[in-house]
């Protein structure tokens, strides 16, 4: 059970747009804490794609952007394309236990 | 560029001490940064082990923090890992990484594949 939801799967059809959201507590997104996005390919580790809530990593196309709202944040993605199937994970510092704490990842699948 | 690397046993017998070993180049251990363990689960998502930083203070995630130490070599630039009593629950893929004080991580090991098993 990962301290931060995230929904399991998202679809969409090449060149739309999905969201995908990442709910946390009082101890976490709650608190202030930055949210960050990272992606997953099979087999590889997982790579940074947005920081503090909403900056992009030099080298990510601003396909991607992130938000934030209360105790939640999200992460867009725009003109959807076949390459951005992955895995997505969100990640916050979690007051309570002193560390980070990470979503339980959502696959994107492009159709 | 930061460069991180895992190493150690890929088989681990249960009950005994997995060990892994992280080695940074491109970088000091010894700077002002979170030095990181991570691990995923075959077809899970990711969990925080702990970090170390300015080479002595650890924090550990409370679920395995009876099990887990985490210890700097500045001599040979590396961290480590170890997490004792380990059972089939601790078969996964193990990565290290660097982060700040409520910043990313921004630099990951390619993670390594332990398997506990008899």
């Known amino acids: 059970q990962s301290v931060l939801t995230q929904p399991p799967s998202v679809s969409g059809a090449p060149g739309q747009r999905v969201t995908i959201s990442c709910t946390g507590s009082s101890s976490n997104i709650g608190a202030g804490y930055d949210v960050h996005w990272y992606r997953q390919l099979p087999g590889t580790a997982p790579k940074l794609l947005i920081y503090g809530d909403s900056n992009r990593p030099s080298g990510v196309p601003d396909r991607f952007s992130g938000s934030r709202s209360g105790s939640s944040a999200s992460l867009a993605i725009t003109g959807l394309q076949p390459e951005d199937e992955a895995d997505y994970y969100c990640q916050s510092f979690d007051r309570t236990m002193s560390g980070s704490v990470f979503g339980g990842g959502t696959k994107v699948t492009v159709l | 560029q930061v460069q991180l690397l895992e190493s150690g046993p890929g088989l681990v017998k249960p009950s005994q001490t997995l060990s892994l070993t992280c080695t940074v180049s491109?970088?000091?251990?010894?700077?002002?940064?979170?030095w990181s363990w991570i691990r995923q689960h075959p077809g899970k998502g990711l969990e925080w082990i702990g970090y170390i930083f300015s080479t002595e203070n650890t924090y550990y995630n409370p679920s395995l923090e009876s099990r887990v130490t985490i210890a700097v070599d500045t001599s040979k630039n590396q961290f480590s890992l170890k997490v004792r009593s380990v059972t089939g629950a601790d078969t996964a893929v193990y990565y290290c990484a660097r982060n700040g004080d409520f910043t990313p991580f921004e630099y990951w090991g390619l993670g390594t594949l332990v398997t506990v098993s008899s």
């Open positions: 491109g970088g000091s251990i010894s700077s002002a940064n979170y």
